[in-house]
Protein backbone atom coordinates (compact mmCIF):
# COMPACT_ATOMS: atom_id res chain seq x y z
CA UNK A 1 0.00 0.00 0.00
CA UNK A 2 1.52 3.42 -0.92
CA UNK A 3 1.99 5.80 1.74
CA UNK A 4 1.58 9.40 0.95
CA UNK A 5 3.22 12.54 2.05
CA UNK A 6 1.22 15.99 2.06
CA UNK A 7 2.45 19.13 1.90
CA UNK A 8 1.72 22.79 1.08
CA UNK A 9 -0.19 24.06 3.63
CA UNK A 10 0.55 27.36 6.35
CA UNK A 11 -0.82 30.55 7.19
CA UNK A 12 -2.51 32.59 5.19
CA UNK A 13 -5.41 35.80 4.98
CA UNK A 14 -8.98 35.14 4.16
CA UNK A 15 -9.20 35.81 0.78
CA UNK A 16 -5.79 34.11 -0.31
CA UNK A 17 -4.58 30.95 -1.75
CA UNK A 18 -2.79 27.67 -0.89
CA UNK A 19 -1.71 24.99 -3.23
CA UNK A 20 -1.18 21.51 -1.33
CA UNK A 21 0.57 18.41 -3.06
CA UNK A 22 0.11 15.23 -2.15
CA UNK A 23 2.95 12.09 -2.96
CA UNK A 24 3.92 9.33 -2.47
CA UNK A 25 6.64 8.75 -0.23
CA UNK A 26 10.14 8.05 -0.85
CA UNK A 27 10.07 4.81 0.41
CA UNK A 28 7.72 2.99 -2.06
CA UNK A 29 7.44 1.88 -5.45
CA UNK A 30 4.10 2.57 -6.05
CA UNK A 31 2.70 5.31 -8.22
CA UNK A 32 0.00 7.10 -7.67
CA UNK A 33 -1.79 6.55 -11.33
CA UNK A 34 -3.35 2.99 -9.79
CA UNK A 35 -5.60 4.92 -7.18
CA UNK A 36 -8.42 7.18 -6.86
CA UNK A 37 -7.11 10.00 -4.56
CA UNK A 38 -9.42 11.55 -1.80
CA UNK A 39 -8.37 15.09 -0.15
CA UNK A 40 -9.81 15.21 3.49
CA UNK A 41 -9.94 17.73 6.76
CA UNK A 42 -10.40 17.43 9.91
CA UNK A 43 -10.63 20.92 12.11
CA UNK A 44 -10.24 20.54 16.30
CA UNK A 45 -12.94 19.70 17.89
CA UNK A 46 -14.28 18.31 14.30
CA UNK A 47 -14.92 15.12 12.25
CA UNK A 48 -12.51 14.22 9.32
CA UNK A 49 -14.68 15.36 6.32
CA UNK A 50 -14.29 14.73 2.28
CA UNK A 51 -13.35 17.94 0.53
CA UNK A 52 -13.00 16.47 -3.12
CA UNK A 53 -11.33 13.40 -5.03
CA UNK A 54 -9.97 12.96 -8.27
CA UNK A 55 -10.20 9.77 -10.32
CA UNK A 56 -7.25 7.76 -11.77
CA UNK A 57 -6.99 9.74 -15.24
CA UNK A 58 -7.86 12.92 -13.64
CA UNK A 59 -11.30 12.74 -15.96
CA UNK A 60 -13.47 12.96 -12.98
CA UNK A 61 -13.40 15.15 -9.89
CA UNK A 62 -15.89 15.88 -7.16
CA UNK A 63 -16.07 18.45 -4.74
CA UNK A 64 -17.81 18.89 -1.12
CA UNK A 65 -20.35 22.06 -1.32
CA UNK A 66 -18.45 24.12 0.82
CA UNK A 67 -15.67 24.02 -1.37
CA UNK A 68 -17.57 23.56 -4.70
CA UNK A 69 -16.01 26.93 -6.90
CA UNK A 70 -13.34 27.71 -4.73
CA UNK A 71 -11.31 24.42 -4.60
CA UNK A 72 -9.55 22.86 -7.76
CA UNK A 73 -7.97 18.91 -7.46
CA UNK A 74 -5.45 18.28 -9.85
CA UNK A 75 -3.14 15.36 -10.81
CA UNK A 76 0.37 15.07 -12.76
CA UNK A 77 0.64 10.96 -12.63
CA UNK A 78 4.13 12.13 -14.59
CA UNK A 79 5.36 13.43 -11.46
CA UNK A 80 3.34 11.18 -9.26
CA UNK A 81 1.55 14.13 -7.36
CA UNK A 82 -1.75 15.45 -6.62
CA UNK A 83 -2.69 19.07 -6.17
CA UNK A 84 -5.46 20.82 -3.84
CA UNK A 85 -5.45 24.87 -5.49
CA UNK A 86 -7.86 26.70 -2.63
CA UNK A 87 -8.66 30.20 -3.46
CA UNK A 88 -10.66 32.41 -1.42
CA UNK A 89 -9.71 30.95 1.66
CA UNK A 90 -12.30 31.32 4.85
CA UNK A 91 -11.13 31.05 8.28
CA UNK A 92 -13.49 27.76 8.20
CA UNK A 93 -11.23 26.24 5.78
CA UNK A 94 -8.98 26.27 9.19
CA UNK A 95 -8.29 22.38 9.46
CA UNK A 96 -4.89 19.45 8.73
CA UNK A 97 -5.55 18.51 5.23
CA UNK A 98 -4.85 14.66 4.68
CA UNK A 99 -4.55 12.96 0.85
CA UNK A 100 -5.37 8.99 0.78
CA UNK A 101 -5.76 6.68 -1.70
CA UNK A 102 -8.44 3.91 -3.08
CA UNK A 103 -9.08 1.59 -5.77
CA UNK A 104 -12.75 2.68 -5.98
CA UNK A 105 -14.70 5.13 -7.66
CA UNK A 106 -14.22 8.77 -6.34
CA UNK A 107 -16.07 9.11 -3.22
CA UNK A 108 -15.75 11.44 0.03
CA UNK A 109 -16.32 8.84 2.25
CA UNK A 110 -13.11 8.08 4.31
CA UNK A 111 -13.73 5.02 4.91
CA UNK A 112 -12.80 3.62 1.57
CA UNK A 113 -9.47 5.57 2.07
CA UNK A 114 -6.05 4.15 3.14
CA UNK A 115 -2.72 5.25 2.63
CA UNK A 116 -3.11 8.15 4.78
CA UNK A 117 -0.13 10.78 5.12
CA UNK A 118 0.59 13.12 8.04
CA UNK A 119 -1.67 15.61 6.88
CA UNK A 120 -0.58 19.67 6.46
CA UNK A 121 -1.94 22.64 8.71
CA UNK A 122 -3.85 24.89 6.94
CA UNK A 123 -4.76 28.08 8.77
CA UNK A 124 -6.73 30.80 7.52
CA UNK A 125 -6.36 33.90 9.70
CA UNK A 126 -6.19 37.71 9.91
Known amino acids: QVQLVESGGGLVQPGGSLRLSCAAS???????????IGWFRQAPGKEREGVSCISRSGGSTYYALSVKGRFTISRDNAKNTVYLQMNSLKSEDTAVYYC????????????????WGQGTQVTVSS
Open 26 to 36: ESTLDTLDDYT
Open 100 to 115: ATTYRFCSLNDRWYSG
